[in-house]
């Protein structure tokens, strides 16, 4: 790794900026605010949503025909998005300022071109375990337009969004002093902090600080009580502060405390590894999901003893991650499947409120806009191919129920705006 310069990022503008912003737009509110009100767009899942954009084909190469979506995720800012796929590559693509382009309403009929291509493509070594976006992030300042990864055999990057040059590496040495990947990473929601997820353990590096200085924290206290297995997943609650949770694959999700990581108590009764964990937008209440599992469980953090209910979705036959996803206001929840289907749930009572076909694949990534009518979904998996010697039985296309596409689309959701936003329609899909 000796030709990966550390380059401590500039995140830390944002909070002279932003203390500039609150005082420019409180100001501006006090004088305009019997003009204009700004809510939060309430969509509406009664009406099917329309395909928006489309992303296919710059997936695929010659050197990896078979490439497929693993994720994808909004940036804070809702400027852009961030997907990762098969080929060890992340594309940022920006919306654009104005207007949108056709869009095709059958999901397996594939457009001819994309809507248009990637704004930024960075590659990385290996296998992708994880990424994410830094808290913060803002394109009006490029100091903040950053967002971690994590790979197979490397160490944590930090990469600019905007010119995709690696800004700094934070690195973890196992007991033969060699590089060891971490499996999961999260901020913490003061943006200070990368919390990295290890086989029985969780790493803590400061942002400001790249290289190899970190906190170590076990997730096993005393004689095997705690939380056994690889951690692959992290989610910080954001009104609850100083709260995380950290799913394993040991079937367990553990809930800690940022400042010191004690542990505050382990939940049981997820059927395949965690690989997924979201808190509520009131921070009451957390999802998780499994691998191979067809429920989402909710948990009552202030009860936090049995499940208060479970939420359906296709996973029983692949392997995939499986990511989900809270709308802004915190009321509906949207995920994927291996169907191709994305299903949306009422938070409140735990019932099923609609569906859509996203795509003719697996449904693996799905990410609500920050604060507009839209999202994202990505598709696909991995194929397994053996020569055919004459038997049709000798064919192996994957899962039956999936056809060999790989596709992505963004879509906006038809909702009621007040303000001067006024009806706005769309859809998302692969």
């Known amino acids: 790794m000796g030709e990966e310069e550390e380059h401590p990022p500039e995140i ?67 400027s852009c998005f961030l997907t990762s796929s098969e080929d060890n590559t992340f594309r940022v693509f920006y919306l654009p300022e104005s207007g949108s382009t056709g869009y095709v309403n059958d999901c397996s009929v594939l457009p001819e071109e994309d809507s248009y291509t990637a704004n930024l493509v960075v590659n990385e070594g290996e296998s992708v375990y994880d990424f994410c976006w830094y808290p913060f992030m803002s394109s009006s300042d490029p100091g903040t337009c950053v967002f971690a990864s994590t790979t197979r055999d490397h160490p944590i990057h930090l990469w600019d969004a905007n010119s995709g040059e690696l800004r700094c590496t934070y690195r973890a040495y196992d007991a033969m002093d060699e590089i060891t990947a971490a499996f999961s990473i999260g901020f913490n929601p003061a943006g200070t902090k990368i919390f990295a997820g290890y086989n029985k353990s969780i790493r803590v590096f400061d942002i400001h600080r790249p290289g190899r200085d970190f906190q170590q924290y076990s997730t096993i206290k005393g004689s095997k009580e705690g939380q056994t297995g690889i951690i692959s997943t992290i989610a910080f609650c954001s009104t609850q502060t100083g709260m995380l949770a950290a799913g394993s694959y040991s079937q367990t999700t553990a809930i800690y405390r940022e400042d010191n990581m004690e542990l505050l108590y382990v939940l049981h009764g997820q059927e395949g590894g965690v690989t997924h964990v979201q808190f509520s937008r009131d921070g009451n209440y957390l999802y998780t999901g499994g691998r191979k599992d067809p429920y989402l469980l909710c948990w009552d953090l202030r009860k936090a003893v049995e499940v208060v209910y479970k939420l359906y979705r296709s996973a029983e036959h692949t392997n995939q991650r499986i990511l989900f996803d809270i709308e802004p206001c915190g009321q509906y929840l949207g995920t994927g499947g291996q169907d191709g289907l994305v299903h949306i749930y009422d938070l409140q009572t735990g019932q099923w409120i609609s569906g859509f076909q996203a795509a003719a694949d697996t449904v693996n990534g799905f990410s609500f806009h920050p604060f507009l009518p839209m999202a994202a979904s990505s598709s696909g998996h991995r194929r397994f191919l053996i020569p055919d010697y004459g038997s049709e039985d000798l064919h192996l296309n994957g899962h039956e129920n999936c056809a060999s596409v790989w596709s992505f689309s963004l879509a906006s959701m038809t909702s009621d705006c007040e303000g001067n936003r006024g009806d706005i329609d769309g859809q998302l899909e692969q």
Do not use: C
């Open 12 to 78: 830390q503008q944002h909070q002279t900026n932003d203390s500039l912003i609150e005082i420019i737009e409180s100001t501006d509110t006090a004088q305009h605010n019997q003009q204009e009100v700004y809510s939060w767009p309430s969509m509406r899942f009664d009406v099917p949503p329309q395909r928006t954009f489309h992303f296919f084909q710059q997936f695929r190469t010659v050197r990896n025909p078979n490439n497929f979506l693993k994720g994808v995720k909004w940036s804070p800012d809702g």
